[in-house]
């Protein structure tokens, strides 16, 4: 268990429709990251958040968008869903955002979108 | 940023070393090496990282060229349950900001 909680694990939905996905960070962990994963597809970096601001942005579409709580917690909304949107989606996150921290991921969120 | 280069695939026997390369020769010299690990459709999983020297822990050895241009991830005595697909990972660093970006890393089987 690394300690990274990820609601909910499968999330089944239309196209046009538009969904929240939610991450919990390890206890005291500042930065939450963001990635994609689609079938047979590498990890696409979407975006990170440290203490509540971004911090990067990778290949994130417009129609996404996400926030980091007060509560370090955050949230990856998905909006005008396509097929093409069905992947997994990762969260993970790190005790600050230096380049010598390492990456704690949950389980992933299953998004299909029919 | 860097890029690096994996073999896609790799196979090993079980109970032998399994040496993961990985060549990323645009590496700066403030930039760190990581490997991480996916098993099936799992979360990917830390393994270890470097910065110049060899390192080692309980999952495995870091040994990176004096160059730093290429590094190899070393699973001691593979099993079974190290069949994944094996990252590498050079993480570049901004001043107030971290892009970690995967690739497409090597898969490795064990076989039995």
């Not at chain 1, 370090?72 to 949107?85: F, I, K, P, V, W």
């Not at chain 2, 996916?38 to 990282?49: A, M």
């Not at chain 2, 069949?83 to 898969?107: D, L, P, W």
Request: hydrophobic share 30%.
């Amino acid at each position: 268990d690394s300690g990274v909680t990820q609601t909910p694990k499968h999330l089944i939905t239309a196209t046009g429709q538009r969904v929240t996905l939610r991450c919990s960070p390890r206890s005291g962990d500042l930065s939450v990251y963001w990635y994609q994963q689609s079938l047979d597809q590498g990890l696409q970096f979407l975006i990170q958040y440290y203490n509540g601001e971004e911090r990067a942005k990778g290949n994130i579409l417009e129609r996404f968008s996400a926030q980091q709580f007060p509560d370090l917690h955050s949230e990856l909304n998905l909006s005008s869903l396509e097929l093409g949107d069905s992947a997994l989606y990762f969260c993970a996150s790190s005790l600050t955002s230096g380049s010598n921290e390492k990456l704690f991921f949950g389980s992933g969120t299953q998004l299909s979108v029919l | 940023d860097a890029k690096t280069t994996q073999p896609p695939s790799m196979d090993c026997a079980e109970g032998r070393a399994a040496n993961l390369p990985c060549n990323h020769s645009t590496i700066s010299g403030n930039e760190y090496v990581y490997w991480y690990r996916q098993i099936h459709s799992q979360g990917p999983q830390y393994i270890i990282h470097g910065l110049k020297n060899n390192e080692t822990n309980e999952m495995a050895s870091l040994i990176i060229t004096e160059d730093r241009k290429s590094s190899t991830l070393i699973l001691p005595h593979a099993t079974l349950r190290d069949t994944a697909v094996y990252y590498c990972i050079v993480r570049v660093a901004h001043s107030s900001a971290s892009k970690i970006i995967f690739g497409s890393g090597t898969r490795l089987s064990i076989r039995p």
